[in-house]
Structure formats: C-alpha cells, structure tokens
C-alpha cells in the first residue's frame, strides 16, 4: 500500500461588522432580521442601481493583510465574478481577481496567498416544494483569507483556523461567530505519495463548514476516502462537497469550477483605488497587540501555558490580571469564573416555532422521513439543538411528527 500524504489549503469567509454593507447603505447586521427587510436597489441588482465602496471595510480588510504580514498592493481593483445561481440578484458577485488589497502573508509558518474583499451572497431557504430568498445578506462585505495548499495535518489546520479566528476578534472586526455564519470554513484537500514533490492533479473542496470541530471530521473523512479511491486505481474526482454534521461524512454536490468559468473582468462601475505609502503605514501602526504578543507577554511574567492560554482568550480576564500581573491574581481570575447559566427549557410554543423553522430549511429530511427513513429524525433533532439550549426530545418528536403529517 502507499503511503499518503495530505495536502490541505483554506479558503476563510469573514464577514465584517461594519454598519452598512459593501456597497450600499443598508445595515449589514443581517442575523435575526426578518426576511428581506435590509435590502435596496443596489443589494437587490436592480437595473440602473450603481455600487458605491464601504472605505471602513476596505480599510479592516487591509489591517487584516497587515496583521498577517501581507504585502498591500497600493493599487487595486474590484473584478465581477460571473455565475448564475438563485442567491445572487445581479448573475455576478464582486469580488477580487488579479490585484487583491494583500497577498503573500503568513501565519504561523504557513504562507497566505491573499487577502481579498468581496460582497456576501443573499440567503436559500428551502421550504417543502419550495426555496425562499432573504436577500438581506446579500451585498455584506465578505473578507475571504486565501492559504497555500501547505497544511500536512488535522492538528495544524485546526491550530491555524483558531488562531486566524483570535486575531481577527482581536481587531474587532468581525465576531467571528461560526454558528452566525460571520465565519465560514471551506477546505481544500488532496492526497499524493509521500514520496513526491508534485502536487496531486485534482482537488476536492468542502465548503461552508460552521465549526472547527466539523471541519476536522471533514477532513479525516476525506483522507479516509480519498486514500480508499487511489489504493484501488480511481482518481477521486476534482469536485465540491459538503459536509453532514448527522453522518459525519462528506456529499458530493457538483463538479469543481476553474478561475476562467467565472469570465472574471474589471468592475466598470468602480474605478481602481490607489493608496498611499504613509496611509498603509497609519494603518499598521493602529493594530492591536495581537494574541501572540499577549501570549509571549504573559509567559515573560511566569505565568504556566494553560493560564496564559485562558487568560489571553478573554479580553475582561486579560484586563483585570494587567491591573495587578501577580501569580496570585491569575489563580484567582482562572479558578473563580462564573459557571455557565444553567439551561431553561424552552416551552412548547417556542419549540413548535423553531421545528417549524428548521423543517422548512430540511425539505429533503422531510421527504426521507415520509419514505420511511426515521433515521432522519436524529438529523432534526441535531438542528434544534442548535438552536434551543435544552430541549425535551420525545416532545420534539412529537411536534415534528404532527407538523409533517398535516
């Protein structure tokens, strides 16, 4: 049998918590709003309607490059990225190709091909025989961190993502919350002989994955599968999946696009940008320490790995041990934190209304558990929990039942 050899790289989806989208002015804090009630001529590519750039955003998406040690093209532009698909109003997305704001970064030690600003597509919700729209997301600037395909191992991968995850929070632009949507993982992965310098001719991406810990399954999934397909002659095929929390394993979804299907070219209704030497400048010297330096800097004052670990990881805890940086204050701050809340079921009345919820978002579940498939109801259950903090599990079956046999 050969021996494997991973080759993993990252495409890193953040959504910046600017006060307006990309380019309009609607609010860009699109979670919990009601469907559709954030959106204008522009967001919604209406005839006619022209974008205007969110500076605030252009400038986080720089200091971003910058904190990851990118080079900062003084001269960039926005590209139209062509595609049809029912989430996206205009039939193309702006985004960046061939001039990015920051490239050649590096974070620790493995290299970020680019870091590039673009807008945020608007919402599907599959509701039994239909799909829904919500196009209030559509047009939220969308940071997107671009690495080399250089990752060997689960364990750096997962190292790489949440300390991309600590420095973005670090300069406050964006929540970073995965179970938001605010971060959103896609991973490429490809295996060739260990022996071999070349990197393998096909590549499998998984994208839109909500959670370190899914993203790890992921991953072994495909190392697994792949390593199964070579070893008896098939080469996996260059496509694009997804991800089933419930089973644990990736789907195939479609066959994988290249740069030339999307036809890129130049924005017309966007001039280039240029900046200047010094303005790049302002803005490196206004980062934040980030969480490295914390980290080095609380070690330096005697502190074990694990405390630093907990401490540099919240900003009040940090606060609170810098007003007296004692052994003695960092026992009390780490050994005295607040449980969490208990959990307080909900009522019936707030279940039924999220069963609902998910039900529409699962019209496939739905149909497999009318063909007889009750495995599926497990598959529910995983997504109200994600959404409830305790639920009452035979009630829940119960709803969904009465909700699906209408």
Excluded at 171 to 182: C, V, Y
Excluded at 253 to 262: C, G, L, N, T, V
Aim: hydrophobic share 35%; charged share 25%; proline share 7%.
């Amino acid at each position: 049998m050969t021996n494997w050899q991973p080759v993993i790289g990252f495409e890193v989806h953040i959504e910046l918590a600017t006060n307006s989208k990309m380019f309009c002015g609607c609010p860009a804090d699109h979670f919990g709003k009601a469907p559709n009630t954030q959106t204008c001529p522009v967001c919604l590519g209406l005839p006619g309607a022209l974008p205007v750039p969110n500076a605030r955003a252009i400038e986080w998406c720089i200091k971003l490059g910058l904190a990851l040690g990118c080079q900062i093209n003084l001269t960039s532009k926005f590209d139209r990225k062509n595609y049809f698909y029912p989430d996206l109003p205009k039939g193309y997305q702006i985004s960046q190709y061939d001039m990015p704001f920051c490239h050649n970064g590096e974070l620790l030690g493995h290299k970020i091909t680019r870091v590039h600003l673009e807008e945020d597509t608007g919402k599907l919700i599959h509701s039994r025989n239909q799909t829904l729209i919500d196009f209030n997301r559509s047009g939220v600037p969308l940071v997107e961190v671009v690495t080399e395909p250089d990752f060997a191992s689960v364990q750096d991968s997962d190292a790489f993502l949440k300390e991309l995850q600590s420095i973005v929070r670090a300069l406050k632009i964006s929540t970073a919350d995965m179970e938001k949507g605010s971060m959103r993982l896609e991973a490429n992965i490809s295996l060739k002989p260990a022996d071999s310098h070349d990197l393998p001719d096909y590549k499998v991406e998984v994208k839109n994955v909500n959670s370190f810990r899914f993203i790890k399954k992921a991953i072994e999934f495909e190392i697994a599968r792949q390593s199964q397909l070579l070893e008896s002659g098939v080469n996996p095929l260059q496509e694009t999946r997804g991800f089933s929390e419930t089973k644990g394993e990736t789907v195939g979804q479609r066959s994988k696009e290249a740069a030339h299907d999307y036809r890129y070219f130049p924005e017309p209704d966007i001039p280039p940008l240029q900046f200047s030497q010094d303005q790049v400048d302002s803005w490196r010297s206004q980062l934040p320490k980030l969480p490295s330096h914390t980290r080095q800097d609380l070690l330096s004052l005697g502190l074990s790995e694990n405390y630093v670990k907990i401490i540099a990881a919240d900003e009040k805890m940090f606060n609170e041990f810098m007003k007296n940086p004692s052994k003695a204050n960092a026992d009390s701050l780490v050994n005295k934190r607040p449980p969490k809340p208990k959990s307080i079921s909900p009522s019936p009345k707030d279940t039924r209304s999220v069963v609902e919820s998910v039900i529409a978002d699962n019209p496939k579940a739905i149909a497999d558990i009318k063909a007889g498939k009750t495995q599926v109801m497990g598959f529910l259950i995983g997504q109200l929990k994600k959404q409830l903090s305790d639920i009452d599990v035979p009630l829940t079956q119960k709803i969904i039942s009465e909700i699906i046999n209408k």
